[in-house]
């Protein structure tokens, strides 16, 4: 299999918006209720088996070069979306309890 080389385009700021909130602390489960805190985790978890599949999508000898770049894409946005999708879930536990929310 062929190392894998660092995508910098504009795919790789959706799949970095993962490490840019993991670093902010956003997947911190320490102050959550345990529903949300596991919630959060497998959240974290699917991002990471996203991660994974880009990695092998970037693979450059597919017979179906574009397919693997158009899932290449899909997975880059899914990451993306499951960030927001984490962030609002933190203002709404910030909102309904009051509780700290990493930014």
Same mark, same amino acid.
């Not at 899914?78 to 999708?85: A, L, N, P, R």
């Given at each position: 299999? +062929?190392? *894998? @080389?660092? =995508? *910098?385009?504009? &795919?790789?700021? !959706?799949? =970095?918006?993962?490490? %840019?909130? /993991? !670093? ?5 489960? =320490?102050?959550?209720?345990? #529903?949300? #805190?596991? +919630?959060?985790?497998?959240?974290? !978890? #699917?991002?990471?088996?996203? &991660?994974? #599949? &880009? ?7 597919? @017979? *179906? /070069? ?9 997975? /880059? +946005? ?5 960030? %927001? @999708?984490?962030?609002?879930? &933190? +203002? *709404? %536990?910030? !909102?309904?309890?009051?509780? =700290?929310?990493?930014?």
């Amino acid at each position: 299999m +062929e190392p *894998h @080389t660092p =995508d *910098h385009g504009p &795919r790789a700021a !959706q799949s =970095d918006a993962y490490t %840019q909130a /993991a !670093q902010r602390g956003l997947f911190s489960t =320490d102050t959550l209720p345990p #529903a949300m #805190a596991e +919630e959060l985790a497998r959240y974290e !978890q #699917a991002i990471l088996h996203l &991660r994974a #599949a &880009r990695h092998s999508l970037q693979w450059p000898f597919y @017979t *179906h /070069a574009d397919f693997a770049s158009d899932q290449n894409r899909y997975c /880059a +946005e899914s990451i993306g979306e499951i960030v %927001q @999708t984490v962030r609002a879930l &933190r +203002e *709404h %536990q910030q !909102q309904t309890f009051g509780a =700290d929310a990493p930014p």
